[in-house]
């Protein structure tokens, strides 16, 4: 009896396993690992030659729009005409969100909803479905939206090729659908609203650590984990620059974006290699584990790129680390709430609407740490403006 | 082949004691007093759970529920705290007490309700996923504050001959002394009969209902304290606790627990967590990538069961 339940508590326990660990996404990383030194192994299949040169191009690009309101500024403007939805208002806005599972999903949420505030005379009702980084929840959701009467739909897609069909079918509709954060297969949306991209904030990023390292040293990758859009186009672009710059890369490691599991990884290569010259990561949520596995190993941080999240500025400023922080700014929740307005009063708008995409580096660091925000706030969310700031982010 | 009691230590002494060596030659370094004692702070909380699991597992039971509580733990408190050292003190005390009252709820739907444990324990685990996803929007707020972190992330700096001696070390040799104490207990003794033999027990005018709730209670208490240090270790996280019921089974298991209950001993439970541990110091020193460590438990738990499986039936 006792080795049946042994047999079957085994079985139960190897199945837990499965679910309960996220170990089977970081395969890749085996391979990184053996390729330790031997370059940075093959280009991503999400590379695109002409999307990077375009990116890299947009880094220098001068926005058009007001000045200090970036998230009503694009970048390379393309006007399109929308007079076909022009509609009287008061009007019902509806959002099929992907999720609000990250801090920076959570910060920009926030910021839309100050956003959607500011129009009260002019949308009656913002309706918001969160579809908790499910697909198949999302694709329910959009359709379920099509019944209720919206008069705009806006998207964030959780991923790109599942939920184009579901965005094609609210094309269909009739309706303005405005799609931003993350793309989808389709040109049916009457604009795409997103920053300069993963390429501009890889490449920033490792050109800052390959730079203010010494020459052929030591860079250990942290990435979250394969095959998410912005994430492969950050990690491409940053092969392509330590590449160049003949780094060598000892170390690609998924970290499924977890502080616990990047302070092990980070302080395992410590060990392994005495020192290691550069960190770069595709996400900075993490970036503070990582650079306390550094200090609890009673070592210098090496050049080392975080995001705008308000720790790690901080820690930053404190520590005076050599750091950048490439953005993927929260302002952009902002944005599609005044593209649909502008939509239904049947004004242009652009398609792409391509947003800046600031970095933060040491000269303008100061303007950004602010001491009274919670640690997981994102500095780029644009919303010290809008009502209810700061009690509305805290 | 010498002769071995079942459920003695020997045989974990001497794996660790290969794992050692192998370390030794790899990476001499690992073995200098301030990198040991790094290494046996960061393992800490892994050791604290076995020792938990230890008293559920032997008492003929599981607890698939601490990694879920670990993390439901650690969101919780830097909700609590959010960054305001005064509150430290306060939610240390409600996290044990929270950890206490989870393996309460355990241990009585599992003895009276006489749900199987890995069901009970499972339906927990999704529970506190579910509650603490419910209750922080699916992201944690809030921040952990110094005086909650130093637990596991400070040291006593320049100790003589050590370097430095981890907080989280002396909260686990405290522990583990009151584990091994506890064993030796009258309640120690009458738990491994329970998981011996409950009819038994139960004949002999032991109320096994209140000893198998008992061990999970101080499983829940172990996940409260592994998750102080985990917090403290890496700060806020939405995975603190991914996977930690699966090493500390495979902990238990490894250091000659049986599963299914009756025999092994603490210590031994606490030295197979210190060697897997080690084993995957050594895995990462030989360069062997991190996403093997799940199929390195899975084989340890398949080998271990079948081990002690082919023993007891030729005994």
Known sequence: MRRAIAVVATAALLALAGCATDEPTATPSSTASQAAGSGTGEQSKFFVQADYDNELALLDATPTGPAGKPWEQVLNPKMVETAKFKKSGPYKVCFSNAGLNNPWRQVGFKTMQAEVATHRSQIKEFVHVDAEGKDQKQIADINDLLGKGCHALIVSPNTTATLTPAVEAACQKGLPVIVFDRGVDTTCPVTFINPIGGYGFGHVAAEFVSQKMKPGGKVLALRILPGVDVLETRWSAAKVAFDKAGVDVVGVEFTDGDPAKTKKIVGDYIQRYGTIDGVWMDAGAVAVAAVEAFLDAGKPVPPINGEDQLDFLKLWKEKKLTAIAPTYPTYQWRTPIIAALKVLGGEQVSSPWKLPQPTITEDNLDGYVDADMPPLHYAMCGCTDLPGYPQRWK | ?315
Not at chain 2, 176 to 200: E, H, I, K, M, Q
């Open chain 2, 1 to 315: 082949m010498p002769r071995v009691r079942p459920g003695s230590v020997v045989p974990i002494v001497a794996i660790l004691a290969v794992l050692v060596v192998l370390l030794a030659i790899r990476q001499p370094d690992f073995l200098s007093p301030p990198s040991l004692m790094s290494f046996l702070g960061r393992s800490a909380p892994i050791i604290l759970l076995a020792a938990g699991q230890y008293f559920v597992v032997v008492s003929g039971e599981f607890d698939l529920s601490v990694g879920s509580l670990v993390t439901a733990q650690v969101v919780v408190a830097a909700r609590l705290i959010d960054s305001e050292p005064s509150r430290t003190w306060p939610v240390v005390v409600l996290l044990l007490a929270f950890g206490a009252i989870v393996g309460l709820v355990n241990g009585i739907v599992t003895t009276r309700l006489g749900v199987p444990s890995f069901i009970t324990t499972l339906g927990m685990f999704l529970i506190l996923v579910g509650a603490v996803y419910l209750w922080s929007d699916g992201a944690p707020k809030g921040g952990l504050s110094e005086a909650f972190r130093r637990f596991g992330r400070r040291a006593f700096e320049d100790v003589p001959g050590l370097g430095r001696v981890p907080y989280a070390l002396l909260v686990l040799l405290a522990a583990a002394g009151l584990a091994v104490l506890l064993t030796r207990s009258d309640f120690g003794r009458t738990l491994v009969a329970v998981g011996g033999n409950p009819r038994t027990a139960e004949l002999s005018g032991v109320r096994v209902w209140r000893a198998k709730t008992i061990a999970f209670v101080l499983s829940g208490l172990a996940a409260a304290l592994a998750a102080i240090l985990l917090g403290g270790y890496s700060g806020v996280s939405f995975q603190a606790g991914a996977g930690l019921e699966f090493g500390a089974i495979t902990a238990v298991v490894l250091g000659g627990v049986a599963l299914g209950g009756g025999r092994g001993s603490v210590s031994g439970a606490m030295l197979g967590a210190l060697t897997l541990e080690t084993l995957f110091a050594l895995m990462n020193f030989y360069g062997v990538s991190g996403a093997l460590k799940s199929t390195v438990q899975g084989a340890i738990i398949l080998l271990a069961v079948a081990v002690s499986s082919m023993r007891s039936s030729s005994r």
